[in-house]
C-alpha cells in the first residue's frame, strides 16, 4: 500500500525540540469505497429490493404463525430421530476429532520440520474443508446408503477439518522450552510431544472438539434434507406436507436439545480452561 | 535430590478417579452411538460413485467453466458471492444493536438474557427453514438466499459480538471522563477504537462461512451455485459437478487466503 501513500502524502507534525513525525492518511475512503462498489455490485445481482421487502414482508411470519400452536401429539414420533441427531453429531465429532490429530501434528511447522510435509498436509486440510458438508453428506449418502451412517461420516469429514486446522495452529504457539529439554536428555521426539507438548494442548484440543461437537448438532438436523437421518428427515417430510404445527414441534425440541448440550459442554468448557 | 522429586511426585494431585470416570463415560456415550450405525443396504457402487466424482474434478466439463452467460460457473460463482458479501453485512447491521442490548455489563441482566435467548432461538432454525419462509417474500431467487444468509448469520455475530463487548476495558471510558469527555468523544475515543478490530474481524470470518454454506441455500431453490450442483449430483452429471466444485473450491480458498490475510493485520494491530 505504499503506492497509496506516495498519493496521499502523509500529514507530517513537527514536534517541539525540531523531529517531524509523519501520520499517514487514514485508509478508511478506501476500503470504504471498495465496500459501496462491492454492496452496488451484489444490490444489482441479487436483486435486492427495499420496496418488495417492506410490502410483502408480513409473508415471512405466515410459517412461523402457521407453526403456532406447536403439534404436541407429534411429540412421540420425534424422539427417534432425535437420538439419531445425537448420537450421529457425538460419534462423528468423537472420529473426526481423533483422526484430526496425526494430521494436525504433521502439520505443525514447530514438530515437523520438513517444509513439503507441512504444506501438504495444510493443503489437504485447507481442500477438505472448503468441500461443502452437505456435497460430503450427499456423497456419502452414495457410499453408505441413505441412513445415519452417511450423515456420521459427513460429521466426521467436517469436524476433522475444522479441529485439524484448530489445533495445528494451538500446537504452533505451545511452548516448545520442555520439548526441547526432553530432547536434550535423549528422549525420542515422539515421548517428548507426548511428554512435553500434549498435556499444554490438551485442554484447549477438548474445548475446540466440544465447540465442534455443539455446532455438528445444529448441523446434523440439516443433513436429514439430502437423506443422511436424524431431524432434518422428518423435518424436509413435514415441510413437504406443509404439517408447519408438526415442524414447529421439531423445532421446539431441537432448541431445547441444542440449549442443553450447550449447556453441559459451556460448564465443561469452563472447567478446562 | 532424588528423595525431593519422589516427594513432589507423592503430593501430586490425584487426578486418576476423575479421569478414569470421564473415560468410562466417554466410553459409554459411544457405546450407545454406536448403535445409529446401520450400514444399511450399502448400494454397491459407493466406491465408483466417489471415483466418478474425483475424475469429474479432474475433468470438468469446460463448456460449464468457461462460459460467462447466467449459468455458466464464473456468473454463479459471482453471485454466490454477492448473497454472501451481502446477506454479510445485512446480518452485521442487525446483529450490533441486538448485541449491545444482550451484552451483560451494559443492560440489566433481565433484558440481556432475554436478548440471549432470541439470538439462540434464530440460530436453532435451521437455514433450509429460513429460505423457505423469504420464498413466500421475495419468490424463489438470489434475493431470498440474501436475506437467508443475513438471518443465519446473526447468530453467531452477534454471539462474537457481545464477547467482545464484554470484554471492553472500561477503565478507558472512566479515565477519558476523567478528562472531561462527553458522550459522543467517550463512544469516539474509547469505545470504537476498541472494538473495531474484533468486529471486523468477525464479520470477515462470516463472510468466509457464509461463502461455504451458500450452497444450502440451493437446496430450496434460494439462488448461488447450490442448486445446479446439487441438479448435477442427482442426476449423475459428474463432469458438471467437478466443474461446479473446481469452481467453488478455488474461490473459497482465494477467499480465505484474503481474509486471514486481513485477519492478522487487524489482530497486530
Not at chain 1, 462491492?38 to 436483486?47: A, C, E, K, Q, Y
Not at chain 2, 432475554?114 to 439462540?120: N, T
Amino acid at each position: 500500500m505504499s503506492l497509496y501513500d506516495r498519493i496521499f502524502k502523509p500529514h507530517v507534525y513537527t514536534l517541539a525540540d525540531g523531529t517531524a513525525v509523519e501520520e499517514k492518511r487514514s485508509r478508511a475512503p478506501l476500503i470504504l469505497l471498495v465496500l459501496i462498489a462491492l454492496t452496488v455490485l451484489s444490490v444489482r445481482i441479487t436483486g435486492f429490493d427495499l420496496a418488495v421487502l417492506v410490502k410483502k414482508g408480513s409473508k415471512f411470519f405466515d410459517i412461523l404463525k402457521a407453526m403456532f400452536p406447536p403439534n404436541t401429539a407429534y411429540l412421540g414420533k420425534i424422539w427417534q430421530p432425535l437420538w439419531d441427531t445425537i448420537k450421529m453429531s457425538i460419534l462423528g465429532s468423537f472420529i473426526g476429532a481423533v483422526l484430526a490429530v496425526p494430521f494436525a501434528v504433521a502439520a505443525a511447522s514447530n514438530i515437523v520440520t520438513n517444509r513439503v510435509v507441512v504444506f501438504l498436509v495444510r493443503l489437504f486440510l485447507s481442500l477438505v474443508r472448503t468441500l461443502p458438508t452437505l456435497v460430503c453428506a450427499l456423497i456419502a449418502t452414495y457410499i453408505f446408503g441413505l441412513g445415519t451412517m452417511a450423515g456420521t461420516c459427513a460429521i466426521a469429514v467436517f469436524t476433522f477439518a475444522y479441529v485439524g486446522k484448530q489445533l495445528f495452529e494451538i500446537i504452533e504457539t505451545v511452548d516448545m522450552g520442555p520439548y526441547e529439554a526432553m530432547e536434550a536428555l535423549g528422549a525420542t521426539r515422539l515421548r517428548a510431544f507426548t511428554a512435553a507438548v500434549f498435556p499444554q494442548v490438551l485442554p484447549t484440543y477438548l474445548s475446540v472438539s466440544l465447540f465442534c461437537l455443539e455446532g455438528n448438532v445444529r448441523y446434523a438436523s440439516i443433513l436429514g434434507y439430502v437423506g443422511a437421518g436424524g431431524l432434518g428427515l422428518i423435518m424436509n417430510e413435514k415441510i413437504g406436507w406443509r404439517e408447519y404445527d408438526s415442524l414447529g414441534m421439531i423445532l421446539i425440541v431441537l432448541f431445547v436439545t441444542v440449549m442443553v448440550i450447550e449447556g453441559i459442554s459451556h460448564a465443561l468448557r469452563k472447567r478446562l480452561t | 535430590m532424588n528423595e525431593r522429586i519422589k516427594k513432589a511426585y507423592a503430593s501430586a494431585p490425584k487426578t486418576w478417579v476423575w479421569q478414569l470416570l470421564a473415560a468410562f463415560i466417554v466410553a459409554c456415550l459411544l457405546a450407545w452411538s454406536g448403535t445409529a450405525v446401520r450400514v444399511s443396504s450399502s448400494t454397491g457402487n459407493g466406491l465408483e460413485v466417489a471415483g466418478n466424482i474425483l475424475s469429474g474434478i479432474f475433468h470438468p466439463s469446460a463448456k460449464l467453466l468457461l462460459t460467462l452467460g447466467t449459468d455458466g460457473v464464473p456468473y454463479l460463482l459471482l453471485e454466490t458471492f454477492c448473497i454472501a458479501f451481502l446477506g454479510t453485512i445485512v446480518g452485521a447491521v442487525i446483529s450490533l444493536p441486538l448485541s449491545f442490548l444482550s451484552a451483560s455489563n451494559l443492560v440489566p441482566r433481565g433484558v440481556a438474557l432475554v436478548g440471549r435467548v432470541l439470538i439462540a432461538a434464530i440460530r436453532t432454525i435451521p437455514a433450509f427453514a429460513y429460505g423457505l419462509m423469504f420464498i413466500r417474500v421475495t419468490g424463489p431467487g438470489p434475493f431470498a438466499g440474501l436475506l437467508t444468509m443475513s438471518l443465519c448469520s446473526i447468530g453467531m455475530v452477534s454471539k462474537m459480538f457481545i464477547e467482545s463487548i464484554e470484554d471492553l476495558d472500561k477503565r478507558i471510558l472512566e479515565s477519558l471522563d476523567a478528562a472531561g469527555c462527553t458522550t459522543f468523544q467517550k463512544i469516539r475515543y474509547g469505545i470504537l477504537p476498541q472494538l473495531t478490530a474484533d468486529f471486523t474481524s468477525t464479520i470477515i470470518y462470516r463472510f468466509d462461512m457464509n461463502l461455504r454454506d451458500a450452497t444450502v441455500l440451493g437446496l430450496v431453490g434460494a439462488g448461488g451455485i447450490g442448486a445446479p450442483l446439487i441438479f448435477a449430483m442427482s442426476s449423475y452429471r459428474w463432469n458438471e459437478v467437478g466443474a461446479i466444485l473446481l469452481g467453488l473450491i478455488v474461490l473459497v480458498l482465494i477467499i480465505e487466503w484474503i481474509s486471514a490475510k486481513i485477519r492478522v493485520k487487524l489482530a497486530r494491530g
